[in-house]
């Protein structure tokens, strides 16, 4: 009986003589090697080389080589958002092509522990973390100064002393905001978290767009509702029942929109017709909501790639070009939940009992 024909491994000198260089040039175009000099034809052709052979870059053997694991962490708040799984594919492609692994968890929502990466750290042989904190911000933020590997910060900021990668969500919320207001509305509210480093940033870019438009800020118009359907649901019946009920929201993220486009339904009130709404974050959610979601997009899956290249950098020693970037939203996309106000005075909406 013939034995079965076992796949030939590529190794990454099938990789060099396809693309006509040396093992070398490629180990060091997947390292990203920032002192390597070559053409950008050339780094195509072997990238060009890698997909066509299907070359699997080996990372325990070059962490052996290199005293490393050659294995990342990221640590987000939970893995049920429609934001955290798009940056985690932008990690792992990036933590792919420089021949790491990336092992990724969640701090469990309700019960997360603060003090999760130096678990992490204690549990399994990791070079470096990426860390989105939670509920417990200020905690972990104090905790992860204390570590001894490695960390970038994913759309969170400490200090210019520990790296980070954030969304400039504060002129998101702005650009937003002044959209509404180019339609028409004045009394505007803002529905979702207002602590910890998310929410502060988008109530600045939500008040920045107030001032420039001249109209005041209105305390009774900011709900501090989290980051959950159940907070948008509370929140918007909350407003609702305001003497002056706003004409137009803004959410802090399509999952708080969701909840508030549901109690506005069970309310009777229409979209856009009654009530404008927008979300600062944008995905396949507010996209099929009904109506559809007004929203600010962000490149979240740039935002995992640029964080996981930074933290490869410092872990095989490259000094980074500058602490942090901040990376800006990509465009306001107009959909069906915003229009211009009604014309009429609307009637006050009592919340359903």
């Not at 092992?103 to 678990?119: F, H, I, N, T, W």
Request: proline share 7%.
């Amino acid at each position: 009986m013939t034995a079965p024909h076992k796949p030939k491994t590529v190794k990454i000198v099938d990789v060099a003589r396809a693309a006509n260089v040396s093992p070398a040039v490629v180990s060091r175009i997947l390292s990203n090697d920032g002192k390597l000099v070559v053409r950008d034809d050339t780094r195509a052709r072997v990238q060009q080389a890698i997909e066509a052979l299907g070359y699997i870059p080996n990372p325990q053997a070059r962490g052996l080589r290199l005293s490393r694991s050659n294995t990342l962490a990221m640590i987000v708040p939970e893995l049920n958002s429609p934001v955290f799984p798009v940056i985690i594919q932008g990690a792992q492609r990036a933590a792919w092509e420089r021949g790491y692994s990336l092992l990724v968890g969640g701090m469990g929502g309700e019960e997360e522990d603060p003090k999760v990466a130096a678990r992490l750290l204690r549990s399994n042989r990791i070079d470096g973390l990426l860390v989105t904190t939670g509920r417990h911000e200020a905690q972990m933020l104090q905790e992860l100064k204390t570590l001894s590997a490695p960390f970038v910060l994913v759309n969170r900021y400490l200090d210019d002393a520990h790296p980070y990668a954030t969304l400039d969500e504060r002129a998101a919320a702005d650009a937003l905001t002044r959209h509404l207001i180019s339609l028409g509305h004045q009394r505007i509210a803002f529905l979702g978290g207002v602590h910890r480093t998310v929410g502060e940033r988008r109530v600045a870019g939500y008040a920045d767009a107030l001032q420039q438009a001249g109209l005041p800020w209105r305390q009774e118009l900011v709900i501090d509702a989290g980051y959950y359907k159940h907070g948008g649901e509370t929140g918007l019946r909350q407003l609702m029942a305001l003497d002056e009920p706003p004409t137009a929201i803004l959410a802090t993220n399509e999952i708080v929109a969701a909840g508030a486009m549901a109690s506005a339904h069970a309310l009777g009130l229409r979209m856009p017709q009654d009530l404008s709404l927008a979300s600062l974050s944008d995905g396949m959610v507010a996209e099929l909501l009904t109506p559809s979601l007004t929203a600010a997009r962000f490149p979240l899956d740039r935002l995992g790639y640029q964080a996981t290249s930074m933290l490869v950098d410092i872990v095989e020693g490259r000094p980074l070009e500058q602490p942090g970037l901040q990376l800006p939203h990509e465009a306001i996309i107009p959909r069906q939940s915003t229009g211009a106000p009604s014309a009429r005075r609307r009637r006050r909406a009592v919340p359903a009992r």
